[in-house]
């Protein structure tokens, strides 16, 4: 075998290997009815980490464009999603509340998909369609992550249980709406 046939030959395993990774990431959609239980948390604990407990969740979207009676018509879909083999939690210092904690993580990120999919459907776009789009998710994710921070900083990650509760109940009253 030459050095093209076995570099072709490595190349075509890596994309396949890498399809496969992709493939097999576990992503769950939020819903209302979905709440977490500590076996959704599958991910490896750091042993170096001082946090207790980590939600991997984000925000994914995707659109298309077409033009109607010579007007730029876009479809899209933005949605919150979980990954339990990215997120993790340390049986030994967890409990019911921080489990709260971390499902309100899951539920902001649900908040933010609602604020994309509101820009997105108020926005009058032009011919740069995909900048736009583009421009409005990292707006999104920025806001998100600041939104997450602010949450932890009140709460003191769980621990402030006067405030932790303000914040479940003030995001199940958002998410009604």
């Known amino acids: 075998m030459g050095f093209i ?8 395993l890596l994309i396949l290997f890498t399809v496969s990774l992709v493939q097999s990431q576990e992503e769950v959609e939020w819903s209302p009815d979905f ?25 994914s979207y995707n659109f298309s464009t077409s ?33 709260s904690h971390e499902q ?10 609602r604020k994309m999919r509101k820009q997105l459907a108020e926005t009058k776009f032009t011919e740069n369609v995909k900048e736009e789009v583009r421009k409005i998710y990292k707006t999104t994710l920025r806001q998100l992550n600041d939104f997450q921070n602010k949450y932890d900083s009140e709460t003191n990650y769980s621990r402030n249980l006067t405030v932790q509760e303000k914040w479940v109940k003030d995001i199940a009253t ?4």
């Open 5 to 12: 046939d076995k570099t072709y030959l490595v190349f075509l």
């Open 104 to 113: 309100i993580h899951f539920d902001i990120t649900e908040l933010y998909a």
């Open 174 to 177: 958002v998410l009604k709406n």
């Open 35 to 59: 709440r977490f239980t500590w076996a959704d948390f599958k991910g490896p604990a750091p042993i170096n980490s001082s946090a207790s407990a980590t939600t991997a969740s984000g925000i």
């Open 67 to 99: 033009e109607e009676n010579k007007e730029l018509k876009i479809e899209y879909t933005v949605g919150a999603y979980f990954y339990p083999t990215r997120s993790w939690y340390k049986a030994e210092v967890c409990n019911d509340v921080t489990l």
